[in-house]
């Protein structure tokens, strides 16, 4: 075959050719990236807005954990959990003293760190709680995105990640997201957990209203029930705070992460909870060959140190409040609100928000539709003034033609 590194025609039906369309993706191909920049094929750079849905806060191949990878690649990359390695209890560490934990359980995926988290809960719910075989329910929130796994669609109330995928599996109950009436209804005997995105990303960045993260904490408080926290996308300094519950003082029982925790470079996720509650997993229970890896434990360990050394979360709140206060100022009649914290910040349009994606990426930025009329902004968290003017400047510009 040809040499095709250049031709983004051809790579582009290429992968149409061989590869499943579960994605409709912007027909950017991208060679190479560095901070918050990528390149295509040929040699043109844009601005990364997507930040692979908040995998790369540190910035694209920072060199402090692209130097852990390649160090620890060339000494031991997996054992499996059969055996001990070396890197694993330094990771656990360093991950437990950080959020304030005593006990994580690490896994690779996002969803497999939900996964993980609603055996916890059901585990708890029966031993713990008392209630009886096979009747415990989680409380979810209507327009959430837990994961695309059977569990995590049975969770949902989007249809597009439901239909045709059943039988789907029972023991979820849904309420409207921040109505907290609602959620005081919902709750019952069977109740073992409240499950929340604390902001939802994908479903439009949507911020819940003041105070009911405090409130809704306070009821699983008052009826044993467990709040749990899926932070992967907002979590590790993108909100500007380390996670978007601290912004309500809200210790979640069990906290979810991924994403960032693998600084761009390899999949990583955890659990976190209290001792008790972890220890509810007993051997055999739960596990994954690669969860844990060296590989993987050094990765995090060094993407944990920059998240902190470099004052990320700081750099998240300035550089979001500075974005929103000039997508504001652009003043054009397609936009209906702007919403977010932080990093994560949200663009809904009287418009479909793939005419701006696609717009923008003619000006050389790169920004993600995400539930049809929003358009999300979340650069990673090393973006600097200059790049937040071009951003801005390429937004004005986008805007003039719609």
Request: net charge negative; glycine share 10%; charged share 20%.
């Amino acid at each position: 075959m040809h040499d095709v590194r250049d031709n983004a025609a051809e790579l582009i039906a290429l992968e149409d050719r061989y590869g499943a369309h579960n994605y409709h993706p912007l027909d950017l191909v991208v060679e190479h990236a560095r901070g918050v920049w990528l390149y295509d094929v040929s040699g043109k750079r844009y601005l990364d807005c997507v930040s692979a849905y908040s995998a790369v806060n540190q910035g694209h191949c920072h060199p402090r954990i692209h130097a852990a990878l390649v160090e620890q690649a060339a000494k031991l990359s997996l054992t499996s959990r059969a055996m001990r390695n070396d890197r694993l209890p330094g990771f656990l560490q360093r991950l437990t003293e950080l959020t304030g934990y005593e006990m994580a359980l690490p896994m690779n995926t996002g969803v497999e760190a939900v996964e993980t988290a609603i055996k916890l809960v059901r585990r708890y719910g029966y031993e713990v709680k008392g209630i009886a075989p096979d009747r415990a329910e989680i409380v979810v929130f209507t327009n959430n995105f837990h994961g695309r796994t059977t569990a995590a669609i049975s969770a949902s109330s989007t249809e597009e990640y439901r239909k045709d995928f059943g039988p789907l599996t029972p023991g979820f109950v849904h309420v409207p997201y921040g109505d907290y009436d609602a959620l005081g209804k919902a709750v019952n005997e069977n109740t073992c957990a409240v499950l929340i995105e604390p902001i939802q990303g994908e479903g439009g960045v949507v911020v819940p209203p003041d105070g009911f993260l405090k409130r809704a904490w306070g009821l699983c408080r008052e009826h044993r029930i467990l709040f749990v926290a899926d932070e992967i996308q907002t979590g590790l300094g993108r909100t500007g705070d380390l996670f978007a519950c601290d912004h309500e003082g809200v210790k979640p029982d069990v906290l979810i992460v991924g994403k960032a925790l693998g600084g761009g470079f390899y999949p990583v996720s955890a659990v976190l909870a209290s001792r008790d509650l972890m220890l509810l997993f007993r051997p055999g229970d739960h596990g994954s060959t690669f969860g844990g890896n060296p590989l993987g434990s050094a990765v995090a360990i060094a993407a944990l140190d920059v998240i902190v050394d470099e004052h990320l979360a700081s750099r998240a709140r300035y550089a979001g409040a500075k974005i929103v206060q000039g997508i504001r100022a652009i003043g054009s009649p397609s936009i209906v609100e702007v919403r977010g914290r932080g990093l994560l910040i949200g663009i809904e349009l009287t418009v479909p928000a793939r005419h701006i994606s696609e717009k923008l990426l003619e000006f050389g930025v790169v920004a993600k539709d995400t539930h049809e009329n929003v358009l999300r902004i979340a650069p990673p968290l090393v973006i600097s003034d200059a790049e937040i003017d071009l951003l801005l400047g390429a937004l004005r510009k986008a805007f003039d033609f719609v």
